[in-house]
Structures are given as structure tokens and as C-alpha cells.
């Protein structure tokens, strides 16, 4: 009989747990979606009860799974960052979640980011001036929805939510109150000038523990789920940094970067290292590791705007043009599009400029420009930002990187591949487990149970599917372009935020 695990991701759209041998093979997956409320441009909420019956759902059914094939070791929990909600004495929901995606909190930002205290709070706390922080979003709450704020009994995130019902314990893992703006990562405690901020204590908020913190689930939550030992639940981490661990990319050296909808470039660290400008995050990954870097609101999602929005007649579905036909004309184009430069900050954009002014262009189009030139303009501009990222984090940590784990939908495609390998001039390699996360937390989940070995195994599970080098010729063209592209977005700044106003006063 197989030893497994399973790790258990709480994510944006879905939860999914995925059950793994003693080799790191998935040998079962289960997934529940749920939607993400957006009545206007910037709420992001998502119902908790939903939430809760997915996770109910996907475990139950990957525990009867685990029981055919072998003995279960653990189950440890990964799960989104930022998300906030209330709750009442019985710990029973008066708000929604409020996801990271939320950008209620936009003005409580510009009021903080270029003030000494907020500027303070960050290098305490590690997390970045922004709508997505739970410290101003609860700003916003205790400004805007005063009764209701002052209701609650207590203020938490998803992951605790959740891990409460499950065993009745309210307590936070450290990587994710590392991600919050309310806790000290120096002193390893709730940070008592953010804590004023908001007009909280110590009593409203869960405790905090490592993530390798070990739970056990309740009698009645055991019976639902037919377990009938205790089973070790190991409370986990953000699912940021336990990608990090989950492509095995922990090493001096090592980054990784991920390219869905949005994207993240990340790499970890021995101490805590905060950017003098605020440009990126420092959040914990377990008591030695640190996981700083930068995230993106700008991946795919400009490549699926082109097609669907730019590309597309209205009505002609049945005529789109396929993602693989847009790489097949992309390819056609010489590097650099023939000058043609795209900034693709089509929904605002978080690192390295943290602002929801900023808006994306094509830049240097002339009359020898067409759709191939535009596709590989957007895929290079992607890329060039997220490496705009990638040199701050070799500005703060004195080394260049020497590999790059890749991730994401994006690593199907050998351009956007080889891309990635030319503008960033590094070693890029697409590990061939896809389920990071839910690996990070496994590979977490048996450090908690003291496994000397726990993280060393995870080059051995995910193996490597694809490997691309540098062309040093198209390298030296990529880094006088990059150039090119952080020069306009400086100069192009001050319009940007002038447009924004515009629509603003309409």
C-alpha cells in the first residue's frame, strides 16, 4: 500500500486537492469552482459558505480516493493571500471575502503610499502599499462601513475561516498573516502601529502560527469525511510561496516565475530583505525561508484582450482566431516586433509600479506594422515588465539568478518559452508538475511531521519537461529594448495618471 498526501489549494476560482504518492506522482485530483462577485469595477468578493462546501467537497472525495490505494500520512492546506472577512461571536459571516482582487481601498493607497507611515509599515511588515492589503482594506471598512466594522468579533482571512470549521481552532499560519500589512516579519507578531491603524488588538484577530503547525480535524468533520484515525492537518502557507517550494525553486540562485492570467516572479531568501522603494513583497515561507519578488496584473489576460477585443469582429465568433495561429504569426516577427514596444498594463498593474492609474500602449506603430508585429509586441511586453521586476530583486539581493522555473499556461507555448529565456538571459526550465501549490504544502506538510528530507525530495517529483538557453544575439537586442520599455513608462507616467483623471471627472 502507497503512502500518500494531500495537499489542498483554496484558490480565486476553485479549490482543488490533489492526492500524492511517496514519489511525488498525482494519483487523484479533485476540484469544485465557485464565482468571483464583481457588481461593479472594483468590488471582488466571494461567498464563504460556497467556499467552505468546495472544500468539503474536494476532500471528501479524494480522501475515499486516498482509501482505495493506500495509507493517508497528511493533509496540509495552501491558499490565496489578502482576503479578508468579519465575523460575529459564533463565528458566523457578516461580510463576504474580500479578495486581493478587490480595489475598494484605492484612495485610503494614495493617501498612505508616499506618507513616512506608510512607508514604515512596509519595511515592518513586508507587504506592499496597496488595495490589496487587508491593512487597507480594513482602513477602508472602518471608514466606510463603520457599524459593520465595528460588529465584528473578529477579522480573518479565508484559510482560517475555513480551518476553523474544520477543527475549531482560530489560528492563521505566519505566511499568510505576512501577507496581511498588519505583521511584524522582523518580530515574527501583530505589528501594533498597523494594529492602531485600523483600530484593532491583539483579541480581534486569529493567533498566529509556523506553517508547519499541526491541527486535527473535529470528530464530526472526521465522521463526514469517513476517517476513522486522526489524520495530522498541517495548516500550510500562501500559495505564492509554497509554488516557490512546489517547482523547487528554494535555492540561493533560484527563481520562479508564474504566467496565468496575472503572473509572479519570486525568489527565496535566508532573512527578511525589503525594497527601499516598496517595490516588492517579503512574505514567510517556514522559520529559514523568506519568499520576496513581485506580482503582476498583466499575464495572459493582454493575449486573450488582443484576440478577443482587438482582433475579433463583433459577431463573427465562429471565424476567431486561435491562440496557436496568433504564436504561429508572432513567431514570423523578427525579436523586438521591429520596434514596436507594448506596456500591458491594461488593468492597472501591481509590481514594480504599484499604481491603478497606469494604463497600456502600443508604442513606435507605423505603417509596416501588422498583426504579427502586435501579438509578439504583447508577449515581449509581458515579459520585458515582469524582468523590470526581476532586476529589482537583483538590485536588493546582489545576484543575478541562474535558473528559472517556469509555470503556467503560458509555459505551453516554445516562443513565449524561449522568450522568457532571451529577455531575461537565463537558463529557463518548465517543471513537469503543474500542481505547485498543492506540492509546496506537502512537501511542507512533512517538515511539520519531521522529515529531515522534506523539501530535497521535490527534484526528485517534479521532474522537467522542457529546458531553453539564452541566444546571446537576441539577448543583446532584448536588453537595449528593455531599456527602451522602462524609459517610456517613466516618461509616459505622468499621462497615464493624467488619463485616469479624465475618466474619473466623466
Known amino acids: 500500500m502507497s503512502l500518500l498526501s494531500i495537499g489542498i489549494d483554496i484558490g480565486t476560482t476553485s479549490t482543488k486537492a490533489v492526492l500524492f504518492d511517496e514519489s511525488g506522482t498525482v494519483r487523484a485530483k479533485a476540484q469544485k469552482a465557485y464565482p468571483l462577485m464583481t457588481p461593479d469595477i472594483d468590488t471582488a468578493e466571494q461567498n464563504p459558505s460556497e467556499m467552505m462546501e468546495a472544500v468539503e467537497a474536494t476532500l471528501k472525495e479524494i480522501i475515499a480516493k486516498s482509501q482505495k ?86 477579522v480573518m482571512d479565508i484559510k482560517t475561516y475555513i480551518i476553523y470549521q474544520l477543527t475549531q481552532q482560530c489560528v492563521m499560519d505566519m505566511s499568510i498573516a505576512s501577507a496581511t500589512g498588519l505583521f511584524n516579519i522582523h518580530d515574527k ?45 498541517i495548516i500550510g502557507a500562501s500559495d505564492g510561496v509554497l509554488s516557490n517550494l512546489g517547482v523547487d525553486s528554494y535555492k540561493q540562485g533560484e527563481v520562479a ?16 530583505i525589503l525594497d527601499p522603494k516598496g517595490r516588492t513583497f ?20 493582454t493575449f486573450q ?26 513567431q514570423k516577427v523578427n525579436p523586438g516586433a521591429n520596434g514596436l514596444l507594448f506596456h500591458p498594463y491594461l488593468s492597472g498593474e501591481r509590481a514594480p509600479i504599484w499604481s491603478s492609474e497606469v494604463r497600456g500602449s502600443f508604442i513606435g506603430l507605423t505603417l509596416a506594422h501588422h498583426q504579427g508585429h502586435m501579438i509578439r509586441a504583447v508577449l515581449e511586453g509581458v515579459l520585458f ?43 529557463v526550465e518548465i517543471p513537469k508538475s503543474y500542481e505547485s501549490s498543492c506540492l509546496g504544502a506537502v512537501a511542507l506538510g512533512f517538515k511539520a511531521l519531521g522529515h529531515p528530507k522534506a523539501y530535497c ?25 528593455s531599456s527602451i520599455f522602462v524609459e517610456t513608462r517613466q516618461q509616459l507616467m505622468r499621462t497615464y495618471k493624467s488619463i485616469a483623471t479624465y475618466e474619473n471627472e466623466k
Open 257 to 272: 516565475v508564474t504566467i496565468g492570467t496575472s503572473g509572479a516572479i519570486r525568489t527565496v531568501v535566508k532573512h527578511p
Open 457 to 481: 525530495h521535490i527534484s526528485e517529483w517534479i521532474g522537467r519537461t522542457y529546458y531553453h538557453e539564452p541566444n546571446e544575439e537576441v539577448v543583446l537586442q532584448y536588453q537595449k529594448l
Open 385 to 427: 515588465n515582469l524582468y523590470s521586476v526581476l532586476l529589482v530583486l537583483v538590485e536588493m539581493t546582489g545576484r543575478r539568478p541562474h535558473k528559472i522555473k517556469a509555470t503556467g499556461g503560458f509555459s505551453k507555448s516554445v516562443l513565449w518559452r524561449q522568450l522568457m529565456a532571451d529577455i531575461f538571459d537565463c537558463h
Open 69 to 154: 490505494i493506500g495509507t493517508l500520512s497528511h493533509i496540509a492546506f495552501s491558499a490565496q493571500m489578502h482576503s479578508i472577512l468579519l465575523v460575529d461571536e459564533a463565528m458566523r459571516p457578516i461580510t463576504h471575502s474580500i479578495t486581493w482582487a478587490d480595489n475598494r481601498a484605492k484612495e485610503v493607497v494614495l493617501r498612505l503610499k508616499n506618507d513616512e507611515k506608510g512607508k514604515r509599515l512596509y519595511q515592518n511588515t513586508g507587504t506592499p502599499i496597496h488595495a490589496m492589503s487587508p491593512l487597507c482594506k480594513l482602513i477602508w471598512m472602518k471608514e466606510a462601513r463603520q457599524a459593520l466594522y465595528a460588529a465584528a468579533y473578529k
Open 189 to 233: 507578531k501583530w505589528d501594533d502601529e498597523a494594529l492602531k491603524l485600523v483600530g484593532l488588538n491583539d483579541s480581534h484577530l486569529p493567533e498566529v502560527v509556523p506553517t508547519t503547525h499541526v491541527l486535527s480535524f473535529t470528530n464530526e468533520v472526521c465522521q463526514r469525511f469517513n476517517l476513522t484515525h486522526d489524520i495530522p492537518v
Open 305 to 330: 484582450w488582443l484576440r478577443d477585443h482587438v482582433f475579433q469582429m463583433p459577431n463573427h465568433h465562429d471565424s476567431m482566431m486561435t491562440f496557436d495561429e496568433m504564436m504561429a504569426l508572432a
Open 282 to 301: 517579503c512574505y514567510i515561507l517556514d522559520d529559514t525561508h523568506y519568499v520576496i519578488g513581485g506580482p503582476v496584473n498583466n499575464g495572459a489576460i
